[in-house]
């Protein structure tokens, strides 16, 4: 991972990248909670405590991510670059404003509609995430914290340790939802099959389209 500096190679291409990554982020979480059928993990803890605090969603979003932020500067600051404050500051209110646009277009989506939008909303977070990734500017405050955790505890592995904090997000997610008055049965919308489909298959389709998307566009 390349330091901040004005001396990386392909810096505009890598910036419009890692913003247009961040732009598409945002777009399909909005997508997900439409579809409703569960998001990706840590959106599933952000679902909890958007239930439970009475905030705009976007604040909120800054607000977590800051928290995150602290912990990554104090103990790496390997992993923090301008792609993480673009994410930091930008995809909470992308996401705020295209659920609110879509539920002013569709209020009551049909099941059949709910699951477009799964599918739809798991291909684009993949092309977000493959752009974002293969600019190469820095990670999420999310994507940090596994990673500073793996790179401290030597004999740790990343992926046992991604595990654990989604593992950790997706509970204290449901828990937060519940306290705030959700229904069991509505758990499903924060947490369910959406949250083990990004987890079982958004890394393959993430190199997927780094290799047909990103890494074309990089190397153009």
């Known amino acids: 991972m390349e330091k901040l500096n004005l001396k990386i190679e392909k810096p505009k291409r890598r910036i419009a990248m890692s913003v247009l990554g961040v732009l598409i982020g945002g777009v399909s979480v909005a997508i997900f909670k439409t579809a409703a059928f569960g998001v990706d993990p840590f959106q599933t803890f952000m679902a909890g405590l958007d239930s439970l605090v009475p905030i705009n969603f976007g604040t909120l979003y800054v607000i977590a991510n800051v928290v995150l932020l ?8 390997h992993y923090i670059n301008l792609a993480t404050f673009i994410n930091l500051f930008l995809l909470g209110y992308v996401t705020q404003f295209t659920y609110d646009l879509i539920q002013r277009i569709m209020p009551n989506p049909s099941v059949l509609v709910r699951a477009i939008c799964l ?3 798991i291909i684009i977070i993949c092309i977000g995430s493959a752009l974002y990734m293969t600019a190469d ?6 994507d940090a914290v596994a990673l500073i955790i793996s790179n401290t505890w030597k004999k740790g592995q990343f992926k046992y340790i991604r595990i654990a904090t989604d593992l950790v997000c997706v509970i204290v997610g449901t828990i937060l939802f519940i306290m705030a008055g959700g229904a069991l049965r509505d758990v499903p919308t924060i947490a369910g099959v959406g949250t083990i ?5 958004m890394g393959p389709l993430i190199e997927f389209f780094n290799e047909k998307i990103a890494r074309p566009l990089m190397n153009k």
């Open 137 to 142: 500017l820095g990670v999420s405050t999310y």
């Open 119 to 121: 599918i739809v909303g």
């Open 197 to 201: 489909i990004t987890a079982f298959f």
């Open 70 to 77: 602290s912990f990554a500067l104090i103990f790496d600051r």
